[in-house]
């Protein structure tokens, strides 16, 4: 998955946490600090996390997601965590 298409993804997410976004999403780019920008409460951050395992089927540790300051951080967590998971191959029998 590109950095665009988790963008988009991420922007969708965005407008399920909070509608305030749907008339700005265009203005959600990777510079963009997730607290101080687009200000995001730590209950959004929680729930951010959430969304990000449940959309990319991936995990995150209990703290990693404070650690987020960008929608740039989200994107390389979400690349780091997705990059390998459709090059395995399968285990044979």
């Given at each position: 998955m590109s950095r665009a298409e988790i963008l988009e993804k991420l922007k969708?997410?965005?407008v399920k946490m909070d509608n305030r976004?749907?008339?700005?999403?265009s203005d959600?780019?990777?510079e963009k600090e997730l607290?101080?920008?687009?200000?995001f409460s730590s209950m959004q951050m929680l729930f951010l996390a959430v969304m990000l395992e449940e959309t990319f089927h991936i995990k995150l540790g209990r703290i990693e997601y404070l650690q987020l300051a960008t929608?740039?951080?989200v994107i390389d967590l979400v690349e780091s965590r997705t990059s390998g998971s459709q090059a395995e191959p399968e285990a044979s029998s």
């Open positions: 969708e997410i965005a976004f749907a008339d700005s999403v959600i780019s990777e607290l101080k920008d687009l200000g929608v740039g951080d």
